[in-house]
Structure formats: structure tokens, C-alpha cells
């Protein structure tokens, strides 16, 4: 008598087998070595389920090997049961190649009315060998037990439920008889198979996580037939335990779709992965190496080129039939029309239902999930920390900083403030762009701008970037006003006016965000009460740190501790109030005095009763003793202030020039006791 292991109706199992065979093949050769290995290899299996905490019990098929039955107090879903085997598998080592097992149940999840596959039940008689089928013990000896082990249901491992999920989408593709035809663009593509066809390390094919990448190897290629599967000999080829003929079994084994990525790579998801919308390598299988559209405003033919992701325009439909031809692809019959965009919140790179193409690629890093690792950066990202801290000596202001690049990374959105850092030549300010936010944030999606750049009437480089990096920005009064206006739109202005040559001016989404690197006393206009700019002094030059001994090796580590520090920063607990918020410090309100012109700073001390600046400022031979006797109560005698003035700043402007230069910043003239003063409220 037979059972099926899984009835539709109820999706339930009370049981689950271990099937240990002899290969068809190997029927006919010595049975007593053929035994020897049976009993080896069922054992083993036995261990294996025993270390967690599973009973099985021992049964002789009656002909070709052993089965390990496992029984349920309850009955289970039968595809808890089934990754729990396939799970438990992952440690399973096969003994001999002429040997292999199955697990059953085989379905997860059958039609309702429909039936699983068939196994014997205990106590039967082999059709072919009219043997008993008998439980034994683990000397392979009869064993009648009195009572079933029975196991407790909590040691059966609940299935994902996305794994189904995503498996029904891939089914679906697969059911519409279209043959996978891009092989290398699948493994271009997936990391984790480039890994194992560069790879010369063995070692990455061994234990469980070895063996759980050869599924997801052979998942991915057997789709490609006789071609897929010598692709598979060929990587695995230089493994030491390789055997063709084992590989091959394994290969037959593998039914079902491809598997998703979340077998590998669990939650975190490639950024390759999320721009192509997939959960499988396997989508990338079913793409071009061109991808030919018409772009909507400018009425031209593009083609984005997947190999390296760049867009690419053509001027006529000739040279598109050759730039075709070249990579062995025809013209399509329609071609569709795109809108190209650069929307960083948005993932996928090709929306056919709204008929854009995004340029916008997020990086791997801004792709993570959040984790609730606790990151400490002194600790786990030393070089970084360093780094840091000597661009931002100050501790509050440095977890300023990293709540705003938090922000950067999370929301992928302008935070409306920008970053000045000001100090000496080889302090880190470019080692932070190009280890630290490039490879954070994209090689292209975060640039450096030099100050040429800025001033010039020509801003195409305002497209397609979510930060910039103002090089070398010195302030002088020529450029004052047009660069100041420029600085503010970039920083604040949702949208901005591209100006290029010989093009039309056009209006962009602005998703910049902006820092300034300088050596200049000056490096931008700050105004009193500005609310953009965050100002830091860096430390000094790297070299004399005793961190940066070994440049080599410094940028070395960097790079191993940036996936960590993404990871810091996609956990952070974002203050968006923060990052808009500028802070204050001694070295912005020096800048903010030094941008000022002279009438501007000398209204806003008068303004703010700042004796202290008056005196600190005034040479000793002035009676400063008048200001330091009387004050500034909203009024300064006339005389006074220009005295003041004119020693302050070195000049000799009468009361006349005064006062009409300072009506200008709501300083006015009046009387007070009989004199006369300026005012201000």
C-alpha cells in the first residue's frame, strides 16, 4: 500500500522521508560495497537531523536503499516540511556518487483535489523483491518499536512566504514558452554569479554556503539547456571534489523555477536587481544588451547600453541599425517613446507603464534594508571615524554632518542646507568625495565642480547629480551678487534652469545637494541670519596624523569599512529638522563678518549693542572708554560712531556719508538728552 505524502485539499502533512537510493545506473554494481555506502550515507543523515532535535526512524525500502521517516504529533503545512528538509539538506554530504536521495514531501502546495507524490508505506512488500519493509535500528537491525517517536511541530521551520510569491511571478514568465537567451547578461549582472565564474578560491563552493551557491547556480542556468549546463561544468570544474557525472545528478534534481535572489542574498537586494524591477538573475536573461527607445522631448532615438549602464544618443536611423548589428539585434517593430528623468526615490530604471527611463542608479549601499545592528564608528570603522574627525574636530558638529548624509542616504532628497569645510591643503576634504560619497552615493551622481565651473554661464553639470562638490570656491566682490544667486538656488530651488551651448534653456527637478571644499579665507558669501550653510575649520594636513602612516593601506581600509558605514548610516535615527537646520559657530560668524561689506558689519554690531566687538576692535589711542561708559542701548551718539568708524576701518568719512550708508541696514538718525545719535530697535 502507498500514500500520498500531500493532499491538496488541506495543503497538511503529519510526516515528512528521506528517500536514500542507489543511482539506476549503479543497480548492477557489487551490492555488499553498494550497502556499505547505504548505511554510511543514511546514518549521516540521521546525525544530521538529530542535531536538531528531530527523531527519525530507519526503514529498508525492500530493494534500493533506506528511508528516514520523521512523524508529526500534528499535522504541518507541507511546505514548512519541505524547507525544512531542503534547509537540513544544506549539511547533507553525499557519500558516494552512486547514491543520491529525495525529499517528500516533493510540493510545497498542491491544486485543490490534487494529490503529491506517492511513497510506500511502512510494513508493505516490495513489488519487485517481495521484500518486508521494516523499520530498523541503527546497526540496521529489525526494530518493532512499541510506540512512534513522535516530533513536536515548533522544530518544523515556517517557509517564507515571499519565496512563494516570488517563485509564482518567475512561473508565470516561464509558462509564456520564452527561452532564456542572455546568459552572460545574467551573470554580468548578478554579483553573486560573476563571483563564482571569476572566483579561483574552492573554498567559496564548500560547506553549507557552498553548496546552497551550486543550486542557485544550477537554478539560474539550467533554464539555457545543454548551454546553461556546460556553463555550469565550467565554474564548477575547478572545485577539488568536482565530478561530471555527480554534477549532472544534481542538475536532473533541480525542478521548478529559478530561484530568487532572497536564497543568496536573504532581504538586501542588489541595486542591479531593483532598477531591472526582478527577484531573479533570471530576469536579466530576458534582456537585450541595447534597449532602443525614442526619447519623448527631444523627438531623438537613445538606446541605453545595459552592459554600462550609459545612455547614448543617435542622430539617424542608419547608424542605429549599425550600432545594432553590432551586438547581433534588429530593429524592433515599434519602438517606444520615453520621457528620460533623473528621479532619485525611484528605483526602476525602465517604467514602460508611465513611459520613462530613469538615469538615476542607486548604489548598493543605498538599497540596504535597515538592520538593527549596533554600529560603533571609533570601534567598527576606525579609519572612517578618523577621517571624520579631522575634517570635523568638534563632536557635535561631525553627528551633524552624519544626520544630514543619513538623510541623504535614506531619503535620497535635498536636505536644503549645504557643508562648507575651510582649511589647509591635505586635510581630507577630497579623500571624503572619492572614498567616502562617490562610491556612497555614484561615481556620476556625485561630482566635483571646480570654481570656474560655478561662475561660468554654462551649468550642465547640474543634471543628474544628488551632490556636488564646489572645489576650491574662493568669494571675491566681482562675482559677488551672480554667484550668491547661484549658490542659493542650488541649495534651496526645487527646480533649476539648465543653460548649455547650443541648446534651448530647459527647467530641471533640482535634487542637488551641496558642500563646498576651500583653502580661501572667503570661500562663499554668508549673509547675517543665513539659514543654508553649515561652516567647519578642518584639523591639519593628514600626513602629520599617525593614522595615515601607510596611505595604501588607509585607503584600503576605507574601502572595507565603507559597507558598514553605509549600513551606520542607513540605521541612523534621521532628524529631518536637523538636517535643515544650519548650526552656529565661531568660524560661520567670522565668515559671516568677513562677507559682510563694512557699513553691513558695523550696522550689525551697532544692532546687536556689541560692545565687546567695539572694544575688541578699536585701537587703544581712541577713548573707547565712552562706548565701554555708556553703551549701546539702541543709540550711539553721532560723533562717537564716527570715530568708531573711521578708526575700526581705517577711514575718513564724514557724518554726512555715515549716516546715509547706514539708513541703508535700519540704522537712522534722531535725538537723545539733546544729541544727536543714531537709532535702531
Given at each position: ?29 557489487n551490492?555488499?560495497e ?9 546514518l ?9 532535535d528531530?527523531?527519525?526512524?530507519i ?9 528516514l ?9 507541507a511546505?514548512d ?13 553525499l ?17 485543490p483535489?490534487?494529490?503529491g507524490?506517492l511513497i510506500k508505506l ?7 523483491t517481495n ?10 537491525e ?19 512566504t ?17 527561452v ?16 563564482m ?9 564548500e ?11 544550477g ?11 556546460e ?8 572545485v577539488?571534489?568536482y ?7 544534481q542538475?536532473?534534481s533541480?525542478?521548478g ?9 536573504g ?8 532598477m ?7 530576469k ?26 550609459q545612455?547614448?544618443?543617435v542622430?539617424?536611423e542608419?547608424?542605429l ?11 524592433k517593430?515599434?519602438?517606444?517613446v520615453?520621457k ?16 520613462t527611463i530613469?538615469?538615476?542608479k ?5 538599497v ?11 570601534i ?15 563632536i557635535s ?17 535635498k536636505?536644503?542646507?549645504a ?12 579623500v ?5 560619497l562617490k ?11 571646480e ?24 568669494h571675491d ?9 547661484k549658490?542659493k538656488?542650488i ?5 533649476i534652469?539648465?543653460?548649455e ?27 547675517e ?12 594636513n ?9 596611505p595604501?593601506?588607509f585607503?584600503?581600509?576605507l574601502k ?10 542607513i ?32 550696522s550689525?554690531?551697532l544692532?546687536a ?16 572708554s ?7 542701548n ?13 578708526e575700526?576701518?581705517?577711514?575718513n568719512?564724514g ?7 547706514l539708513?541703508?541696514?535700519?540704522i537712522?538718525?534722531g535725538?537723545k538728552?539733546e ?7
Amino acid at each position: 500500500m502507498t500514500t500520498y505524502n500531500l493532499v491538496g485539499k488541506t495543503g497538511l502533512v503529519k510526516s515528512g522521508v528521506v528517500d536514500i537510493d542507489i543511482n539506476k545506473n549503479a543497480l548492477g554494481d557489487n551490492r555488499a560495497e553498494l550497502e556499505i555506502s547505504l548505511k554510511r550515507q543514511t546514518l549521516q543523515i540521521k546525525t544530521i537531523l538529530e542535531n536538531s532535535d528531530l527523531n527519525s526512524i530507519i526503514e529498508d525500502s525492500g530493494h534500493k536503499g533506506y528511508h528516514l521517516w520523521i512523524f508529526l504529533k500534528k499535522p504541518v503545512p507541507a511546505r514548512d516540511m519541505l524547507h525544512t528538509l531542503q534547509t537540513l539538506e544544506k549539511d547533507f554530504t553525499l557519500v558516494d556518487d552512486r547514491l543520491h536521495w529525495e525529499l517528500f514531501p516533493k510540493q510545497g502546495n498542491i491544486a485543490p483535489g490534487g494529490f503529491g507524490n506517492l511513497i510506500k508505506l511502512p510494513f508493505q512488500y516490495h513489488r519487485v523483491t517481495n521484500n518486508r519493509c521494516i523499520f530498523v535500528n541503527n546497526n540496521f537491525e529489525p526494530d518493532f518499536h512499541q510506540e512512534l517517536p513522535l516530533n513536536d511541530t515548533s522544530l518544523i521551520l515556517t517557509a517564507p512566504t515571499k519565496v512563494r510569491t516570488d517563485s509564482a511571478k518567475i512561473s508565470r514568465a516561464l509558462k509564456n514558452d520564452v527561452v532564456p537567451f542572455n546568459m552572460d547578461m545574467m551573470i554580468l549582472k548578478c554579483s553573486v554569479l560573476e563571483e563564482m565564474q571569476t572566483t579561483n578560491d574552492s573554498a567559496c563552493f564548500e560547506g553549507t554556503i557552498g553548496h546552497s551557491k551550486r543550486l542557485f547556480l544550477g537554478s539560474q542556468l539550467k533554464p539555457f539547456g545543454s548551454i546553461g549546463r556546460e556553463k555550469v561544468h565550467e565554474i564548477l570544474s575547478k572545485v577539488p571534489d568536482y565530478k561530471r557525472h555527480k554534477t549532472d545528478y544534481q542538475l536532473d534534481s533541480i525542478s521548478g523555477p529559478p530561484q530568487t535572489c532572497e536564497n543568496m542574498c536573504g532581504k538586501q537586494k542588489c541595486s542591479n536587481i531593483c532598477m531591472a524591477g526582478g527577484n531573479s538573475p533570471i530576469k536579466f536573461a530576458y534582456m537585450e544588451y541595447l534597449f532602443v527607445f525614442l526619447e519623448k522631448q527631444t523627438s531623438s532615438y537613445a538606446y541605453l547600453d545595459r552592459r554600462d549602464g550609459q545612455l547614448y544618443f543617435v542622430d539617424n536611423e542608419k547608424k542605429l541599425s549599425v550600432i545594432l548589428a553590432d551586438v547581433d539585434q534588429t530593429r524592433k517593430k515599434k519602438t517606444p517613446v520615453l520621457k528620460i528623468i533623473f528621479k532619485p526615490s525611484q528605483n526602476l530604471e525602465i517604467d514602460k507603464d508611465n513611459k520613462t527611463i530613469n538615469l538615476f542608479k542607486p548604489t548598493i549601499f543605498m538599497v540596504r534594508e535597515k538592520s538593527n545592528k549596533a554600529i560603533d564608528l571609533k570601534i567598527d570603522t576606525p579609519n572612517i571615524n578618523h577621517l571624520l574627525s579631522n575634517l570635523i574636530p568638534v563632536i557635535s558638529e561631525r553627528e551633524r554632518f552624519l544626520n544630514w548624509l543619513a538623510g541623504i542616504m535614506q531619503t535620497r532628497a535635498k536636505q536644503l542646507t549645504a557643508w562648507v569645510f575651510m582649511g589647509q591643503p591635505g586635510a581630507g576634504k577630497n579623500v571624503l568625495l572619492d572614498h567616502i560619497l562617490k562610491p556612497l552615493l555614484g561615481e556620476r551622481q556625485a561630482i566635483k565642480v571646480e570654481d570656474e565651473q560655478l561662475k561660468n554661464p554654462f551649468n550642465g553639470w547640474l543634471q543628474n547629480a544628488i551632490l556636488i562638490a564646489f572645489n576650491e570656491v574662493a568669494h571675491d566682490n566681482r562675482t559677488r551678487n551672480s554667484i550668491n544667486s547661484k549658490v542659493k538656488a542650488i541649495i534651496t530651488d526645487n527646480d533649476i534652469m539648465i543653460n548649455e551651448k547650443n541648446v534651448k534653456v530647459f527647467t530641471i527637478d533640482n535634487h542637488v545637494n551641496a558642500i563646498f571644499f576651500s583653502n580661501n579665507e572667503i570661500p562663499v558669501l554668508i549673509e547675517e541670519n543665513d539659514r543654508r550653510f553649515n561652516v567647519v575649520k578642518t584639523c591639519g594636513n593628514m600626513r602629520k596624523q599617525s593614522w595615515f602612516a601607510d596611505p595604501e593601506q588607509f585607503f584600503l581600509d576605507l574601502k572595507l569599512e565603507l559597507p558598514l558605514f553605509a549600513e551606520y548610516l542607513i540605521n541612523y535615527d534621521y532628524d529631518a529638522g536637523l538636517a535643515k537646520t544650519v548650526i552656529s559657530n565661531y568660524t560661520k560668524d567670522a565668515l559671516v563678518d568677513i562677507g559682510m561689506s563694512r557699513y553691513a558689519e558695523f550696522s550689525s554690531h551697532l544692532k546687536a549693542n556689541d560692545v565687546d566687538w567695539f572694544l575688541d576692535n578699536m585701537d587703544s589711542i581712541f577713548p573707547s572708554s565712552n562706548i565701554k561708559t555708556l553703551g549701546l542701548n539702541g543709540s550711539i551718539s553721532k560723533d562717537i560712531a564716527v570715530s568708531a568708524f573711521n578708526e575700526i576701518y581705517q577711514e575718513n568719512i564724514g557724518k554726512g556719508k555715515l549716516t546715509k550708508e547706514l539708513k541703508l541696514y535700519g540704522i537712522r538718525p534722531g535725538e537723545k538728552d539733546e544729541k544727536k545719535v543714531y537709532r535702531w530697535d
